[in-house]
C-alpha cells in the first residue's frame, strides 16, 4: 500500500503528555492529551463543541475531566484500528472517538489551536439527517 502525507510514520503515545506522530511526508505533529480529549471526533463532544460556541456558558457533563478530582487527565489506552486511525482512551473514560489519520491532520495545533473541529457544523446530533425535526 503506498503511504500519503496523511500516513504516519511513526506514532509516539506519552499517556501523560501527548502524541506525536512523524507523518509520512516529513511533517510532525504533537497534540497534547487535553486537546486530544476535547477535539475528540466522539458524537457526544461534537454535541458538546456546538454547545459550547452556542452559548460559552454550558455546563460540561460530569465525567468530562479526570476520574481523580485531584489527578491530570491522562490516556490509558491505545489501538489502532485498521491503517487509518487511532482510538485512544482517557482516564475520565472517554473511549467512543476514532482519530483518522485525516482528522489529526486537520486538527494539528500547529496550524492553529481550535475551538471547534472539522464536521461540528453539521446536523444536531438529535437531528443527523438534518430534517429539522420534521
Request: charged share 20%; aromatic share 6%; no cysteine.
Amino acid at each position: 500500500m503506498a503511504s500519503t502525507p496523511d500516513t504516519p510514520a511513526h506514532i509516539d503515545l506519552r499517556k501523560d503528555r501527548g502524541l506525536t506522530i512523524q507523518w509520512a511526508d516529513g511533517s510532525g505533529s504533537y497534540y497534547t492529551i487535553a486537546y486530544l480529549r476535547r477535539m475528540s471526533p466522539s458524537a457526544d463532544m461534537r454535541e458538546l463543541r456546538r454547545h459550547i460556541d452556542t452559548n460559552p456558558l454550558t455546563v460540561l457533563p460530569s465525567g468530562h475531566g479526570t476520574s481523580d478530582p485531584g489527578g491530570a487527565l491522562t490516556a490509558t489506552d491505545a489501538e489502532l484500528v485498521g491503517n487509518y486511525a487511532i482510538r485512544i482512551s482517557f482516564s475520565d473514560g472517554h473511549s467512543t472517538g476514532l482519530y483518522t489519520w485525516a482528522y489529526l491532520r486537520e486538527i494539528d495545533p500547529a496550524s492553529g489551536e481550535r475551538d471547534s473541529a472539522p464536521g461540528d457544523e453539521g446536523p444536531a446530533h438529535n437531528d443527523p439527517l438534518g430534517l429539522g425535526g420534521a
